[in-house]
């Protein structure tokens, strides 16, 4: 089977950086996307990565490392916007996709 | 981006009732569709994954019965919630993947279902 763990909730102050981490054990995949949630809307596009190492769009940054099973997403300069929950989810070949549980991001002012 | 549309994005109904979802990809061609369930504070939960033609594939402890899913074309899918109770009051949200490239998810805007 597949598991993904996120922490639950973080909070961080405007202008700062969060870096919000994802384990995950699984036998394979095809990439890692993080997607942003804003309560009571779907979710959008952050970032995919399949191979390892950073990549940088604007002010978002995500990093995979396959033989450690981990990705984070770093967010720079945080606006109050960016409160909002942040999904790791594990993509196995386009036949379905597995969602981490989620981390809560409240940015305080 | 490619655009997937939902409707209605929030209905009521009665116990006991049935309800319809549409999900429609509207300027792509959806190979596979999927249908999620999200409860308040918790991340989306796979329901079932649908392809055009044929029959949708259940996750573990999703009633087929319950949850009808229909995908009749390449552009629409349905989701059926057959005699609603209050448990089943959430938040649907469907996406649909293409043809190309990456295998990003399109998803629709969602549909918050209420039964009372």
């Known amino acids: 089977g597949q598991n993904i763990d996120q922490p639950t909730e973080m909070t961080a102050t405007e202008g700062a950086i969060v870096q919000i981490n994802c384990t995950y054990q699984t036998s394979g995949f095809n990439g890692l996307f993080w997607y942003q949630q804003h309560a009571g809307e779907a979710p959008t596009f952050l970032s995919y990565?399949?191979?390892?190492g950073l990549e940088e769009k604007g002010r978002f940054s995500s990093f995979l490392s396959r033989s450690k099973g981990y990705s984070y997403l770093l967010l720079k300069e945080l606006q109050m916007k960016d409160s909002a929950s942040y999904l790791c989810?594990?993509?196995?070949?386009?036949?379905?996709?597995?969602f981490g549980p989620g981390t809560r991001l409240s940015v305080l002012p | 981006g490619a655009v997937v549309s939902q409707h209605p994005s929030w209905v009521i109904c009665k116990s006991g009732t049935s309800v319809k979802i549409e999900c429609r990809s509207l300027?792509?061609?959806?190979?596979?569709m999927f249908w999620y369930r999200q409860f308040p504070k918790q991340s989306l939960m796979l329901m079932a994954t649908?392809?055009?033609?044929?029959?949708?594939?259940?996750e573990q402890g999703v009633e087929k019965d319950k949850f009808l899913i229909n995908h009749a074309s390449l552009t629409l899918s349905t989701l059926t919630v057959t005699s609603a109770h209050p448990e089943d009051s959430s938040f649907y949200i469907c996406?649909?993947?293409?043809?190309?490239?990456?295998?990003?998810?399109?998803f629709g805007p969602g549909t918050r279902l209420t039964v009372l």
């Open positions: 300027d792509f061609q959806a190979t596979t």
């Open positions: 990565n399949v191979l390892d």
């Open positions: 996406s649909a993947t293409g043809t190309g490239g990456v295998n990003e998810q399109f």
């Open positions: 649908s392809n055009e033609g044929s029959k949708a594939t259940y």
């Open positions: 989810v594990l993509d196995n070949y386009g036949q379905n996709f597995v």
